[in-house]
């Protein structure tokens, strides 16, 4: 017996009209909707449950999810879809996904797909995978994925045959961390990537995730040139932050590696960002490097792989030829990237039990002097296990540091601790409770940071007051302008306000209007809108014509200009100055009318602070809970402090909820490795 069902999911003209009204409240993008309207023009006889399928699955490719899972929409539809979006009262909304959906099984949504020609004709645009529905591209992509990296972990590459030797004299030290000896997984995990096509080592903050690739690099072509000829090497990123990050942090470890001068000169000294690897061609989602025309590499370091997106990593792995290393980093932990797919964490899903064979131990033991032992281990013989290493200690936040053990808390999901941990207080943590929206505290906060000991954790008044108190006498020269601008961009990165969300008075947008208009009052800044001295601006989308890349931010400042004509008055005039991702140091001056895709960012999202590090970084929770708010984005907000972290709280219990729940990005990429064998 067929249940009763909503008008809307039996009439399309009822449906179309549930969609548009749900793109006009910005419910749905308007890409959705018009998918809708074009798949149901190429099938009349397509089911509106069909057609809502497909305009869900599309949405959800926008939430992060590379398929819309049937089953989980309709256990919790209003929650899996993220409708109504953040920022807006459920209470005031009509027509909710879980109104809408009340009483549709699965058994009859997945009836309501059968025989047409949108899923079973050849080159369908869309594929039914269990009770997971997929726009085909994304189908294809995940295909990719599985298929490229099964046949990395079949392959092998030898390893070199004195292997133990050139890791002695890389790692001469046992690993001592507070007076115990301890498992060098870094060892371990530059012995596991010199004998295979594909590896993943991932670890948190500090955990020497850089060390240990630049000690690889140093391992694999020092090796090749003793039999005859270098490697082409080559290091990136997904991001010009975190390309500019590594950038930086490499080159002092490379001038330190106990290696000939010539070998360290085949070492790569910049990073690049993956869409400049790749080649990236202009209003077009191809690439110049493909599987027709591959990179002309043999081993591929990626940083932050936990920011890459299915797409980009199919485009990655078709572009890598065969014989090529690749080698993955990041944190698992970490949340996942903006766009579909959470590569990373569905690969490193096991990688603290570390699923090493028998084999695969005494191998690792053998060459390295180390023993595999942690007490999260647990032996298995999965083929992907064999080419994961976690890093499982931390040199930045060791036992004594607030920060550490917050992050470890959370991590694990323990919210009891993580609140212990917050209410006894440490020199690195505070904690802000909110009484109200226009609470004092929040503003002092804000602007003036806190007090504490010699080195004072900042707020936004510090990057002003540089600004303001060393700005270079008239006529100076163009290198003390270039100091004083770095100086003020430097000052900025002191601090940085987080938010789970974009909208509503917790969110991006109203604490930017709000921090703004703080330091207008307090006479810091000349106005809080438009463009005007010391605002400071994210890059949104990446601008090969300027050299800016999505996630660069840069500041506003008044520089001298060459006189229009001899004879005339000096003038100033307003540049965004951003330093360039090449970790050189050196600036770059662009005009304001040239910059299209940027933003004010006093606030930014947890997602958008990912492979960047701050001295201060506070962290503010919404008033209610929402379906971003888990332990991966706690945990990130807190690991982007270096030094200090301040958690504020607008509401009591909301903290303790998201660290109890975990990102659920849906996607098949586990089960399409298990399918080959390799999961």
């Not at 190429?42 to 497909?54: E, H, M, N, Y």
């Not at 305009?55 to 926008?62: D, E, R």
């Not at 990179?295 to 890459?308: F, G, K, N, R, T």
């Not at 909208?503 to 000349?526: T, Y």
């Amino acid at each position: 017996m067929s249940p009763t069902l909503s008008p809307t999911l039996s009439d399309r003209d009822e449906l179309f009209a549930l969609l548009e009204a749900w793109s006009e409240r910005g419910w749905l993008r308007e890409l959705d909707r018009a998918l809708a309207r074009f798949l149901a023009e190429l099938d009349p006889t397509a089911s509106p449950l069909l057609i809502l399928g497909a305009a869900l699955a599309s949405h959800q490719l926008g939430q992060g999810h590379v398929c819309l899972d049937l089953a989980a929409t309709l256990a919790n539809p209003d929650f899996t879809l993220s409708l109504p979006p953040e920022g807006e009262d459920a209470e005031l909304a009509t027509q909710l996904p879980s109104q809408v959906l009340a009483g549709l099984t699965a058994e009859h949504w997945l009836a309501a797909y059968a025989g047409s020609s949108l899923l079973e004709a050849d080159g369908a645009p869309l594929v039914l995978s269990g009770t997971c529905l997929y726009l085909r591209r994304y189908w294809d992509y995940e295909r990719r994925v599985a298929g490229n990296i099964g046949e990395r972990l079949r392959a092998t590459s030898a390893a070199p045959a004195d292997l133990s030797v050139r890791l002695a004299t890389l790692f001469p030290e046992p690993f001592v961390l507070d007076g115990e000896r301890l498992t060098d997984w870094q060892k371990l995990a530059c012995a596991l990537a010199a004998q295979g096509r594909f590896t993943l080592i991932t670890g948190g903050p500090g955990t020497g995730k850089t060390t240990t690739v630049v000690r690889l690099l140093a391992l694999l072509q020092e090796a090749a040139m003793a039999a005859g000829a270098p490697l082409r090497l080559s290091l990136a990123a997904p991001t010009g932050k975190a390309a500019a990050r590594l950038t930086e942090s490499i080159g002092g470890q490379v001038a330190s590696l106990p290696v000939s001068d010539a070998v360290r000169e085949q070492i790569p000294s910049t990073v690049t960002t993956l869409h400049r690897l790749l080649g990236s061609r202009p209003d077009s989602r191809h690439f110049r490097h493909d599987a027709g025309n591959p990179l002309p590499l043999d081993v591929l370091v990626v940083d932050e792989a936990s920011m890459i997106d299915l797409e980009m990593m199919a485009n990655l792995l078709d572009a890598l030829p065969a014989h090529a290393r690749l080698i993955l980093l990041g944190d698992k932990d970490q949340l996942a990237s903006v766009e579909a797919g959470a590569v990373l964490g569905d690969l490193c899903r096991e990688a603290e039990a570390g699923g090493y064979s028998a084999s695969t131990r005494a191998w690792l033991e053998a060459q390295t002097g180390e023993r595999v032992e942690d007490p999260a281990l647990v032996p298995g013989e999965q083929a992907l296990a064999q080419h994961i290493v976690m890093l499982r200690h931390s040199r930045r936040f060791g036992s004594g540091s607030g920060i550490g053990r917050l992050a470890r808390a959370v991590n694990a999901g323990d919210a009891s601790t993580a609140r212990s941990t917050l209410v006894a207080g440490s020199g690195d943590l505070h904690v802000l409770r909110l009484s109200g929206e226009q609470d004092r505290a929040l503003e002092r906060l804000l602007l003036d940071g806190l007090a504490s000991g010699e080195r004072k954790p900042q707020g936004y008044a510090h990057y002003l007051e540089v600004m303001r108190h060393e700005r270079p006498e008239p006529g100076a020269e163009s290198a003390a302008w270039d100091t004083w601008a770095g100086k003020v961009l430097k000052a900025f990165d002191q601090f940085q306000l987080l938010c789970a969300v974009r909208k509503g008075p917790w969110g991006v947008e109203g604490l930017n209007e709000r921090i703004a208009q703080a330091l207008l009052r307090r006479g810091l800044l000349e106005q809080d809108h438009g463009w005007y001295e010391g605002r400071p601006v994210l890059v949104t989308r990446n601008d090969y014509s300027l050299g800016l890349m999505n996630g660069d931010i840069g500041i506003a400042l008044r520089l001298p200009e060459p006189p229009e004509f001899p004879g005339a008055p000096p003038r100033q005039v307003l540049r965004v100055v951003f330093p360039r991702n090449d970790g050189s140091g050196a600036l770059r001056h662009i005009l304001p009318s040239r910059l299209g895709a940027v933003e004010t960012v006093f606030a930014m999202t947890v997602h958008k602070s990912q492979g960047s590090e701050f001295a201060h970084c506070a962290l503010i929770l919404p008033d209610t809970l929402n379906p971003v708010l888990t332990k991966e984005l706690v945990y990130t907000g807190i690991t982007r402090a270096r030094d200090w972290f301040s958690l504020i709280e607008s509401r009591a219990g909301i903290f303790e909820q998201a660290v109890q729940r975990r990102v659920e990005r849906r996607s098949g990429l586990g089960e399409s490795l298990l399918g080959t064998g390799l999961r």
